[in-house]
């Protein structure tokens, strides 16, 4: 186990500190991306019905960032941990996480006709198998973890189990959305519910992702609440970036439609704060979150460059 106060961490950090400079983020990243698709290509072979699982993997290996599995599989290693015990709930964290997109490209939630660069689901399927896809890959996400996670004690996959449903149902994923929606249009949204609708449409399933590799690894509750604290403002920092997005990039950069937010009269971070002050509170948040980690280093450093990753990205 690994706690944020352990001796022999300090002192594997100053006696590697020089290693530090030396990190290549973007080879960590391609590495790791490579690992993840090919448990996602794994996780689910196109059988029958053919169309369900065409749809599915329309959506899930249409590649991304993989930035949640990715989170999950450091963290993991953080504590010790190894990336086959963490692998699991990584594709299971992609699984959720393309559920939601897919559903929330619908014509009944934000309506958009792209992500990552080609049609969304539902306008190569159809608005019902769209919405069976999702059905299928967040029902798959739990059962992938518990039939295929090895050499984790049972409790801990069992937590993790229930924190991944707590963040991608009422108590994270669903309730965002729902206070999203009915936010659409408004004039007197105020940060506080900005905050409340991002915390739990897009932190939560960044926490889980941070949390839950954490667990497997082993980690005590004092580390894990500190990553928790590292995943909560690295994801508020995703999500104001995002709304600067919608504004400032074009729609090959973001691989989507741009300007959607304003369309449907969404409040969003510029729309409350600027853009400048918007960007000065993700890199504070980005500031807040490396602090959490000042006591794991040089294991840290995938989860350091990640965090800045996040504020420098262009999609």
């Known amino acids: 186990m690994v706690t944020a106060n352990n001796p022999q961490t300090q002192t594997a950090a100053s006696d590697q500190a020089p290693a530090l400079a030396a990190f290549d983020l973007k080879t960590y990243l391609a590495d790791r991306q490579r ?3 090919a ?14 699982h065409e749809a599915i993997r329309y959506s899930l290996l249409a590649g991304g960032k993989r930035l949640r599995p990715i989170l999950c599989l450091a963290s993991c290693e953080l504590v010790g941990g190894t990336i086959a015990q963490a692998m699991p709930t990584a594709c299971a964290l992609e699984m959720i996480h393309t559920m939601s997109l897919i559903h929330d490209d619908l014509p009944a939630m934000d309506n958009d006709d792209y992500r990552r660069g080609r049609l969304t689901n539902h306008k190569v399927y159809g608005e019902a198998m769209a919405i069976l896809a999702g059905d299928g890959l967040l029902a798959h996400a ?3 973890v518990a039939q295929q996670t090895q050499n984790v004690p049972a409790e801990r996959v069992v937590e993790v189990l229930g924190r991944l449903g707590q963040a991608a149902g009422i108590g994270g994923l669903v309730s965002g959305q729902v206070v ?12 506080e519910t900005l905050h409340y609708i991002h915390t739990h449409k897009t932190a939560a399933l960044l926490e889980v992702s941070v949390v839950s590799g954490a667990i497997l690894g082993g980690a005590d509750r004092d580390t894990v609440q500190r990553l928790a604290r590292y995943a ?6 995703f999500q104001i970036i995002d709304d600067i997005l919608d504004i400032t990039a074009t729609q090959e950069e973001l691989g989507k439609s741009i300007g ?6 969404k409040v969003t971070y510029p729309r409350l704060l600027g853009l400048e002050e ?9 500031d807040e979150a490396k602090a ?8 840290a450093q995938p989860l350091l460059a990640l965090a800045e990753f996040i504020t420098a990205r262009k999609h």
């Open 260 to 265: 959607k937010d304003i369309r449907a009269q």
């Open 292 to 299: 959490q980690l000042t006591d794991f280093s040089p294991a």
């Open 35 to 37: 690992q993840v698709e």
């Open 142 to 144: 739990f059962a992938w």
């Open 180 to 191: 999203d929606l009915e936010s659409e249009g408004r004039s007197d949204v105020t940060l």
């Open 278 to 286: 918007s960007q000065r509170q993700a890199q504070q948040l980005i």
């Open 232 to 237: 909560q403002n690295i994801g508020l920092a």
């Open 39 to 52: 448990a996602l290509e794994l996780a689910v072979p196109l059988t029958y019905p053919n169309t369900l």
